[in-house]
Nanobody, 117 residues
């Protein structure tokens, strides 16, 4: 019933920036912690950043200082501002939500990010 729609990916040069968006519907958005995951070719899906219902953020070491996760509960949307992008950031990026200590058991279509010169 809940839907997750990621957008904002694309092709960027190393050192460039992108802002990803994830629109959630079909639920009480403010009751969920939210997170961004990514999956690079041949690799497992990894958690990149999280933001709790109260606004506490956490980041993977690989993106700390470069990425910022935020949310706008009025718009049912979570964002990922990606700065100083590197080739190793290339992946399909997905969002997900967690409520009552359980992540949603499905994924949206993801949005691909390619960092290349």
């Amino acid at each position: 019933q809940v839907q997750l729609v990621e957008s904002g990916g694309g092709l960027v040069q190393p050192g460039g920036s992108l802002r990803l968006s994830c629109a959630a519907s079909g639920s009480i958005f403010s009751s969920y912690d939210m997170g961004w995951y990514r999956q690079a070719p041949g690799k497992e899906r990894e958690l990149v950043a999280t933001i709790t219902r109260s606004g506490i953020t956490n980041y993977a070491d690989s993106v700390k200082g470069r990425f910022t996760i935020s949310r706008d509960n009025a718009k049912n949307t979570v964002y990922l501002q990606m700065n100083t992008l590197r080739s190793e950031d290339t992946a399909v990026y997905y969002c997900n939500g967690r409520r009552a200590e359980r992540w949603l058991g499905f994924w949206g279509q993801g949005t691909p990010v390619t960092v290349s010169s």
